[in-house]
Nanobody
């Protein structure tokens, strides 16, 4: 069965850093684009970053220059390195796997990131 398990969230001060991980199982990893989304209370879920099977990346303007997405295909894992965090980055962060041919989505349970002094 498909599982996406996020880890690495927590409480950090403004200007600090966190690295999120998402371990995937039950999918043929090379057939999926991997994405990070986030959702704050009262807001819609928004796109954060994406990485294709071959390593091409895309970022939301709000995080460009601060966040870096990467993947380790040997470990079926995608990462999100978050630097210079701001209070407005506070949200639940969700890992997403999207099939490159069918666009079928799989979602993780989410991990809380809180940026506060």
């Amino acid at each position: 069965q498909v599982q996406l398990v996020e880890s690495g969230g927590g409480l950090v001060k403004p200007g600090g850093s966190l690295r999120l991980s998402c371990a995937a199982s039950g999918i043929i990893f090379r057939f999926y684009t991997m994405n990070w989304y986030r959702q704050a209370p009262g807001n819609q879920r928004e796109f954060v970053a994406a990485i294709t099977s071959t390593g091409r990346t895309n970022y939301a303007d709000s995080v460009k220059g601060r966040f870096t997405i990467s993947r380790d295909n040997a470990r079926n894992t995608v990462y999100l390195q978050m630097n210079n965090l701001k209070p407005e980055d506070t949200a639940v962060y969700y890992c997403n796997a999207r099939h490159i041919f069918t666009n079928q989505d799989h979602w993780g349970q989410g991990t809380q990131v809180t940026v506060s002094s």
